[in-house]
């Protein structure tokens, strides 16, 4: 049972019941959950936690579901030390949180949609569906899937061949929409509208959102319930962020873990090509004003984010800050990262990663204080971003006589191909 109380909206405070709706009737803002934090209080313990599952349905007690449907191999991802990076950027408690390795389809959506998916089963829906930069789109595919549910997933045209496939094979209805991700959500509202399906992140936002707070109970209950002093994370639509600075919040106030030292600070990180709300906050002016996206950082570029003023607020009330990357810095940090921890992230986290590169520069977080790079996405769907970077390796002939050669860079290709050794 979950300690649900219903609906809120964030502003102007009318509740309603907990149901398929996003948007307030009277003021158009958006519907948050809210529970019954009293009861909450009385029950939730970090000793019942670890009893739980490994797998987002650890926080089953914080989130709006009553009956798991799916997610039972999500969530739950490393938050390793990442010691070799911090040497490079010389700070001394380095983690990172590495959503890449989140299951089935490696990036942080599998949170939110296994919430949204048992949501939308409880609600009787037998049509799942999502507006996406890619990411989510494979998410709610295999999730569906998985889950026996006919989904159709709305992308825009011109995304990377591995987050197309990566939605194809688990045989939804694909569609692709001639004009960016804020054009593909335009019409999903009209979709959700007209055919009354379950389009995740839109009719069931509020239930949605939720999933990502998991991200953030992940980080605490791993650094042995402490909160980090800095957390930096991408903003797309605006969900992850203030969701986890929602999480941390919960935290402090189910007394699990200590508000010590002043908070956490958060940082947001995006695409120089796409950053409404970086731009906001470096303006210092809670109005996010919408861009036309240009980036390699395809799953984080959404020019008018639904949750942006949410992003806005949590950075301000928190005392952080915002950073952009241009596409050669974030192909830069993704093989940073890559060469000194092992960690293969798509665009998206080459923009977080590089973004903290910069607050950490700047001085805006100190190098001496614990500090957590939320990696919310996985390479391997992005091949294409790193074309032409990496090292072209020209083959050899299978004789140690030409490894040698290779090694000791005697003799280059060309020369090798002129003494007929190749
Ligand atoms: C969706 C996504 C995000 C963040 O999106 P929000 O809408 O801001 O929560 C970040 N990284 C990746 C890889 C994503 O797919
Ligand atoms: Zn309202």
Redesign the pocket.
């Known amino acids: 049972m979950s300690f649900v109380e219903g609906l809120q909206c964030r502003e102007c405070g009318r509740r309603s019941e907990a149901r398929a709706v996003h948007v307030c009737e009277d003021c158009f803002g958006p519907y948050e959950v809210v529970y019954d934090y009293a009861a909450l209080r009385r029950t939730v313990t970090r000793e019942k936690i670890a009893t739980g599952p490994r797998n987002v349905w650890r926080w089953a007690d914080l989130l709006p579901v009553d009956k798991p449907v799916t997610g039972f191999h999500s969530g739950n991802t490393p938050l390793r030390r990442a010691d070799r990076l911090a040497e490079v950027l010389g700070c001394s408690e380095l983690y990172i949180k590495d959503d890449s390795a989140n299951y089935p389809t490696y990036?942080?959506?599998e949170r939110v949609v296994s919430v949204a998916i048992s949501k939308a089963v409880e609600f009787g829906f037998d049509t799942v569906g999502c507006a996406s930069?890619?990411?989510?789109a494979n998410s709610v595919a295999a999730h569906a899937a998985a889950a026996g549910l006919q989904c159709f997933v709305f992308i825009p045209h011109d995304l990377e061949q591995g987050k197309v496939v990566g939605s194809q094979v688990f045989g939804p209805s694909v569609v692709r929409i001639k004009g960016n991700y804020d054009d593909v959500n335009r019409l999903c509202s009209e979709i959700a509208d007209k055919y009354g399906w379950a389009i995740l992140n839109v009719n069931l936002r509020p239930y949605y959102t939720e999933g990502?707070k998991t991200f953030g109970y992940e980080i605490a209950e791993q650094l042995g319930w402490k909160l980090p002093k800095h957390t930096i994370l991408?903003?797309?639509?605006?969900?992850?962020?203030p969701k986890v600075h929602k999480a941390y919040q919960e935290l402090i106030d189910l007394g699990l873990v200590e508000d010590s030292n002043g908070g956490s600070r958060f940082y947001a990180a995006q695409a120089a090509g796409c950053n409404p709300v970086v731009t906001a906050i470096e303006k210092n002016i809670d109005v996010i004003v919408p861009q036309k996206p240009r980036t390699i950082a395809k799953?984080?570029a959404?020019g008018n984010?639904a949750?942006g003023f949410y992003v806005y607020n949590a950075i301000k009330q928190s005392g952080g800050h915002g950073a952009s990357a241009t596409d050669q810095e974030i192909v830069d940090a993704i093989r940073l990262l890559a060469t000194t921890e092992g960690i293969w992230t798509?665009p998206?986290?080459g923009t977080t990663l590089a973004a903290a590169i910069k607050l950490i520069k700047s001085g805006r977080i100190p190098k001496d204080e614990s500090i957590v790079i939320g990696i919310?996405?996985n390479g391997l769907k992005t091949i294409e971003t790193l074309g032409g970077s990496l090292p072209d390796s020209e083959p050899i002939g299978a004789s140690l006589n030409e490894f040698d050669r290779r090694l000791n860079g005697k003799a280059s290709i060309e020369e090798a191909v002129l003494a007929g050794a190749i």
């Open positions: 990036s942080y959506k930069t890619g990411n989510l990502a991408p903003v797309a639509g605006g969900t992850i962020l799953s984080i959404i984010p949750d798509e998206a986290g919310t996405g």
